[in-house]
């Protein structure tokens, strides 16, 4: 998809109507030099965010209703009405309704992230209890998504401008982590995480740091094995395959020392062994990007806030960090895209010709991704 000469055009779904997810997004557009980076395209409907904006008690500000992602006004923030009845927010408070509402616009966005009317989907969160049904049985827009694409080997990455991280084992049981670690499936890991950092971030020979699992790195193996069972073995296969990574780390240390500073991405062993510092580090600023997808999704860090949801005070900082990302990622791929056909890809030559073959390459820096605003109550990421 070369549209070098047009914006990027942003699918945005609502998350939970009653959360703060359409809060953070109209805030995020009250800026009106955005629409100089992208065309947002909000799926849900404009009655509903008409009643969000007045709750807000916001009144310079309106979605423009659109038939179409392709038919979206470039110059504003546009609407497209996934469904057309009227629905009263209950701000505050997940219902079934409201469950039933951010799937109706996640199918929608999705399904045209699929055929190429949005370049980017950009998730509010959701209550990943009241959208569960016969067509959302997952524990998040992660799983849901991989699944949509048909991709096996996906990974949720969280980033800000000081630290990528992400998980070998995501969103399962702490009791269930280390039955599900293996060598093959560290390794695996390790190495996807090697082609993910040059296509979507110009990385192209990319630093990995690896943790432990068990506390000191299992002392030697009194606090567990497997470190020197797996883990440790992984990151030698790995090495020898001409990957730069490193490790195993114990993650205390690594993060309080500051030593993930030296290191392009962490490989964290479990959920909360990495998006603890993350968060602690990161915690309106940082963004849920799914690596491993045809397409690219972003999301802010933080869930719902129920407890927050209506009263002006959520805070924009992540979301529009995730939508700066998000279009950085486009255009990195895009790039990355051009590199790959052009340099590393030999070109067919005609029969029985001399045919030359391109060698030309382009390779662009990253815009800033946003500035640090005020911090907002969150719950979890999706």
């Given at each position: 998809?070369?549209?070098?000469?047009?914006?990027?055009?942003?699918?945005?779904?609502?998350?939970?109507?009653?959360?703060?997810?359409?809060?953070?997004?109209?805030?995020?557009?009250?800026?009106?030099?955005?629409?100089?980076?992208?065309?947002?395209?909000?799926?849900?409907?404009?009655?509903?965010?008409?009643?969000?904006?007045?709750?807000?008690?916001?009144?310079?500000?309106?979605?423009?209703?659109?038939?179409?992602?392709?038919?979206?006004?470039?110059?504003?923030?546009?609407?497209?009405?996934?469904?057309?009845?009227?629905?009263?927010?209950?701000?505050?408070?997940?219902?079934?309704?409201?469950?039933?509402?951010?799937?109706?616009?996640?199918?929608?966005?999705?399904?045209?992230?699929?055929?190429?009317?949005?370049?980017?989907?950009?998730?509010?969160?959701?209550?990943?209890?009241?959208?569960?049904?016969?067509?959302?049985?997952?524990?998040?827009?992660?799983?849901?998504?991989?699944?949509?694409?048909?991709?096996?080997?996906?990974?949720?990455?969280?980033?800000?401008?000081?630290?990528?991280?992400?998980?070998?084992?995501?969103?399962?049981?702490?009791?269930?982590?280390?039955?599900?670690?293996?060598?093959e499936s560290i390794i695996?890991?390790?190495?996807?995480?090697?082609?993910?950092?040059?296509?979507?971030?110009?990385?192209?020979?990319?630093?990995?740091?690896?943790?432990g699992l068990n506390p000191?790195?299992?002392?030697?193996?009194?606090?567990?094995?497997?470190?020197?069972?797996?883990?440790?073995?992984?990151?030698?296969?790995?090495?020898?395959?001409?990957?730069?990574?490193?490790?195993?780390?114990?993650?205390?240390?690594?993060?309080?020392?500051?030593?993930?500073?030296?290191?392009?991405?962490?490989?964290?062993?479990?959920?909360?062994?990495?998006?603890?510092?993350?968060?602690?580090?990161?915690?309106?600023?940082?963004?849920?990007?799914?690596?491993?997808?045809?397409?690219?999704?972003?999301?802010?860090?933080?869930?719902?806030?129920?407890?927050?949801?209506?009263?002006?005070?959520?805070?924009?900082?992540?979301?529009?960090?995730?939508?700066?990302?998000?279009?950085?990622?486009?255009?990195?791929?895009?790039?990355?895209?051009?590199?790959?056909?052009?340099?590393?890809?030999?070109?067919?030559?005609?029969?029985?010709?001399?045919?030359?073959?391109?060698?030309?390459?382009?390779?662009?820096?990253?815009?800033?991704?946003?500035?640090?605003?005020?911090?907002?109550?969150?719950?979890?990421?999706?």
């Amino acid at each position: 998809m070369g549209r070098e000469n047009d914006k990027v055009r942003v699918g945005i779904t609502c998350g939970d109507v009653n959360g703060i997810g359409l809060e953070v997004i109209i805030k995020t557009f009250l800026d009106n030099r955005i629409f100089e980076l992208c065309t947002p395209i909000l799926y849900a409907s404009k009655q509903v965010a008409s009643e969000y904006r007045k709750a807000l008690d916001i009144k310079d500000f309106s979605f423009e209703p659109t038939r179409s992602a392709e038919d979206a006004n470039p110059k504003r923030a546009n609407v497209i009405n996934v469904w057309k009845e009227e629905h009263q927010l209950n701000l505050g408070t997940p219902t079934k309704e409201s469950g039933e509402l951010a799937l109706k616009s996640l199918q929608a966005a999705t399904a045209d992230l699929k055929e190429g009317k949005i370049d980017v989907l950009l998730t509010a969160p959701i209550d990943k209890n009241n959208i569960q049904s016969e067509e959302f049985k997952f524990p998040g827009h992660t799983e849901y998504l991989a699944d949509a694409f048909g991709t096996d080997e996906y990974a949720m990455l969280m980033v800000s401008d000081s630290l990528k991280v992400t998980f070998m084992t995501g969103h399962v049981p702490l009791a269930e982590v280390g039955k599900s670690l293996t060598f093959e499936s560290i390794i695996k890991k390790i190495r996807f995480l090697n082609r993910t950092m040059p296509q979507d971030f110009g990385i192209r020979k990319p630093k990995i740091a690896v943790l432990g699992l068990n506390p000191h790195n299992g002392d030697g193996g009194i606090l567990g094995s497997e470190e020197k069972d797996l883990i440790a073995p992984a990151i030698k296969k790995a090495k020898e395959d001409g990957i730069l990574v490193f490790g195993p780390f114990a993650a205390d240390g690594f993060f309080g020392s500051g030593a993930f500073h030296q290191f392009d991405v962490v490989l964290a062993m479990y959920h909360d062994q990495g998006l603890i510092p993350f968060k602690t580090l990161n915690f309106d600023r940082g963004v849920n990007y799914t690596a491993g997808l045809p397409k690219v999704r972003v999301s802010p860090d933080h869930g719902t806030g129920f407890d927050i949801a209506g009263k002006g005070i959520a805070s924009e900082s992540s979301f529009r960090d995730a939508l700066y990302l998000g279009i950085d990622l486009f255009h990195e791929r895009e790039r990355y895209s051009e590199y790959t056909e052009n340099v590393l890809q030999p070109q067919k030559e005609p029969r029985g010709g001399d045919g030359n073959r391109r060698g030309d390459s382009r390779k662009g820096g990253k815009k800033p991704t946003g500035q640090k605003q005020k911090e907002s109550v969150s719950d979890n990421e999706n």
